[in-house]
């Protein structure tokens, strides 16, 4: 799954190797900047990251990123392994099968999959309405809220 879930994400800081090159783990789907690298415009070609600001591959400097990397069958959570066969099998019973009563179950069963996926992404990943919303926590900082005082 190439979608950013709490449990596909890791936070790195790499560094450049000794040719100024910034290698990326062999299972990364997608990377991005984050904390005080956020506004550095990387993008992710091949294994390597790509300055393109500079239009370089060469980096003079450690740099924090978000990974989303892609995980083997027995890694994904139990509820993402349900989903993604709910999900398999309404494709399969839609070009192979086609009956209407199976396709009914499987999208019922495909969408208490997803439901119950969702749920348990927003317990485990412990999202904040202020904290996780640029809109909110920037409309408080403006009012002299400080981070550590309220989250």
Do not use: C
């Not at 239009?55 to 003079?60: D, I, S």
């Amino acid at each position: 799954m190439d979608k950013g879930w709490h449990w596909n994400r890791e936070l790195h800081t790499l560094s450049p190797d000794s040719n100024g090159f910034i290698n990326l783990p062999a299972n990364t789907s997608r990377v991005d900047t984050t904390g005080y690298d956020k506004n550095v415009d990387v993008v992710q070609r091949g294994l390597r990251l790509f300055d393109r600001t500079n239009n370089t591959y060469v980096f003079n400097n450690p740099i924090q990123i978000e990974i989303y990397v892609l995980l083997e069958w027995d890694e994904l959570p139990n509820t993402a392994r349900l989903f993604i066969a709910y999900s398999s099998a309404a494709t399969f019973q839609k070009r192979m099968l086609s009956s209407d009563t199976l396709d009914k179950m499987l999208e019922k069963n495909m969408t208490d999959a997803w439901i119950e996926l969702v749920r348990a992404e927003m317990e485990v990943a412990d999202y904040n309405m202020v904290r996780d919303n640029w809109s909110v926590l920037g409309a408080m900082q403006r009012a002299g809220f400080n981070r550590g005082n309220y989250l």
